[in-house]
């Protein structure tokens, strides 16, 4: 495992160091401590990833608040309520899971070209706003719970609203999370989707913004404003999953998903 580590680790030092250091200093294996931030500031000038980042903040904000919604009123409907068909019904359910998301875009796009959805926000987020995965995840969850929490709440007159809003979400705040970190983490790493269906930068998202800009230069690679625009993109995620691993973590051991 540490040299599997060891390994992913490099090109993201790499990254690291040529981000930080000049360009000439940064392309030699010379060590100097010359430092700089001029490869960001011109990166933040040369393109709008300001718009960009609010772009995404709004798409995995928009869609993880419709998710979590969603996926509570079914994970607690095929946890705890009985009804005609409903191992059937989960089973489909199920079935997206297995079907990549690259299969579904021909049918999105249509979809979307008739609702004339195109190169909007609410046409990224649309065809992720229910999650298989979070409605499997959170529904072992709900599974566990005591039973007697559920009845002891309806002796003293909750409703099925209120149970599910007192007992089972507060219970469930590990498996919220761990599910939040997984939602953000890929709507903010999302590409095809976003390139086939933006065309402005009102809606463009930071990874499309990203390979946009990596492309504008005419002549070369330069490898220093691209490592500082690549940071700039990843810095908040690797933040966030590194301030609720341990949350992410416990949830999906507790969960019955080893």
């Known amino acids: 495992m540490l040299a599997v580590g060891v390994v992913w680790l490099i090109p993201f030092v790499w990254v690291i160091w040529t981000a930080f250091r000049p360009k000439d200093a940064g392309m030699n294996s010379f060590l100097t401590w010359q430092w700089t931030l001029e490869h960001f500031a011109r990166v933040w000038e040369g393109a709008p990833f300001a718009q960009y980042y609010l772009n995404t903040l709004t798409i995995a904000g928009g869609v993880l608040a419709v998710q979590l919604f969603s996926l509570t009123l079914a994970a607690y409907a095929f946890a705890r309520l009985r009804f005609f068909g ?128 990596a492309q504008s230069f005419e002549t070369g690679a330069q490898w220093a404003e691209v490592s500082a625009a690549t940071l700039l993109v990843v810095a908040p995620l690797l933040i966030g999953f590194l301030l609720f691993q341990r949350k992410f973590i416990n949830s999906f051991m507790h969960s019955g998903i080893k």
């Not at 190169?119 to 298989?132: C, N, Q, V």
């Open 86 to 213: 409903r191992d059937v019904v989960f089973m489909l359910f199920l079935v997206q899971i297995m079907v990549p998301a690259d299969v579904l875009i021909f049918s999105n796009y249509h979809v979307l070209k008739e609702f004339g959805l195109l190169d909007t926000k609410l046409g990224i987020m649309l065809p992720y706003f229910a999650s298989a995965f979070g409605i499997f995840l959170l529904r072992q969850t709900f599974k566990q719970m005591p039973l007697e929490l559920e009845e002891a709440a309806m002796v003293e007159g909750c409703s099925r609203i209120g149970i599910l809003w007192r007992i089972f979400v507060p219970l469930s705040l590990p498996v919220y999370i761990s599910f939040a970190v997984v939602s953000v983490s890929y709507q903010w790493n999302n590409f095809l989707w976003p390139l086939i269906v933006t065309n402005s930068v009102e809606n463009r998202p930071l990874t499309v913004g990203l390979a946009m800009f």
